[in-house]
Nanobody, 124 residues
Framework: QVQLVESGGGSVQTGGSLTLSCAAS????????MGWYRQGPGNQRDLVAD???????HYSDSIKGRFTITRDHNKNTIYLQMNNLQPADTAVYYC??????????????????WGQGTQVTVSS
């Protein structure tokens, strides 16, 4: 069974930094795209950044230049370095990954998995 476990959330003041981690574990054959989404109070869940298996990163306009997504293939882990945090960044941050498990039919993108979410709170 595949799991995504996030860590690194917390509370910071405006201008502060945090680093989120998301580790995939289980009977993993291949991890495809991985990404971070966030959902603020009363809002829908939106893409923050994602990264392909080849290492190509995409960012939402709202966080470009402040956040950096990286990936460690050996650890099946992605990171989100968040700098110059603003109150508008306050949200629950979720990790998503497309994963092919051993013993299942391979699909190009894999099956979709979500982490449990980690809270990021930025105070002014």
């Amino acid at each position: 069974q595949v799991q995504l476990v996030e860590s690194g959330g917390g509370s910071v003041q405006t201008g502060g930094s945090l680093t989120l981690s998301c580790a995939a574990s289980g009977r993993i054959y291949r991890v495809n795209n991985m990404g971070w989404y966030r959902q603020g109070p009363g809002n829908q869940r939106d893409l923050v950044a994602d990264i392909t298996g080849g290492g190509t990163a995409h960012y939402s306009d709202s966080i470009k230049g402040r956040f950096t997504i990286t990936r460690d293939h050996n650890k099946n882990t992605i990171y989100l370095q968040m700098n110059n945090l603003q109150p508008a960044d306050t949200a629950v941050y979720y990790c998503k990954a497309g994963i092919n498990e051993y013993g299942t039919r391979l699909s190009p993108d894999g099956d979709e998995y979500w982490g449990q979410g980690t809270q990021v709170t930025v105070s002014s």
